[in-house]
């Protein structure tokens, strides 16, 4: 992953991930026009900053995948050490399949993939999030044994506008 050369087909398949997992209120915009809105704020740069300063830890899975030569999956998983407990959690920040080439396994490929490096890199247990409306990512996880451990609340404390 080259986060100059790939800045595109990056920012594209953060989105999809950020769209998909969004709460009820931001999908309540329709994709296309979220996406234009989302790529004139500041979280562009953000996303990518925080990206690039993951690369330094040497652990860090940062992947985009190809078909012949073009990208079609992106995922980027962290590491996280809780020294005091001598444990080390990997976290699926994110993963993505261009929208044509879901639905023939990439993800589960790319999971199982990132299961045996991070637990090759020391990670103790793999961890991932995702949206409660998302339905192709819970099932995925579901399908790859994964357990819930936490439900997030919202509850809106005045009208808000899409
Ligand atoms: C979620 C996502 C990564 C899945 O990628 P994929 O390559 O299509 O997944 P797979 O083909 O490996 O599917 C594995 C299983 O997940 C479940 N699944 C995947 N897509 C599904 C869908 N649209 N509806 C219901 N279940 C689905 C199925 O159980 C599937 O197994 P099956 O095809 O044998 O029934 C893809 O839909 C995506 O990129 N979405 C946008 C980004 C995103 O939401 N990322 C996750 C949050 S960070």
Do not use: C
């Not at 980027?76 to 993505?96: G, N, P, Q, R, S």
């Amino acid at each position: 992953l080259d986060i100059e050369s790939d800045r595109v087909f990056l920012l594209n398949s953060h989105f999809d991930a950020i769209y998909e997992s969004g709460t009820p209120l931001f999908r309540s915009n329709p994709m296309e026009k979220a996406r234009k809105q989302w790529l004139e704020t500041s979280q562009v740069e953000e996303y990518l900053s925080s990206l690039g300063k993951s690369l330094d830890d040497k652990r860090t899975i940062a992947e985009i995948w190809e078909d012949n030569g073009l990208p079609i999956a992106y995922v980027w998983v962290k590491f996280t050490d809780l020294v005091d407990y001598h444990f080390t959690f990997a976290e699926v920040v994110e993963i993505a399949v261009k929208p044509e080439y879901r639905r023939r396994g990439i993800a589960t490929k790319i999971m199982n993939h990132v299961e045996q490096v991070a637990k090759a890199r020391g990670a103790d247990v793999l961890r991932s999030g995702t949206g409660i409306d998302n339905r192709a990512s819970r099932k995925l996880h579901e399908k790859l044994g994964f357990q819930t451990i936490y439900l997030d609340y919202e509850k809106p404390l005045r009208d808000i506008d899409s």
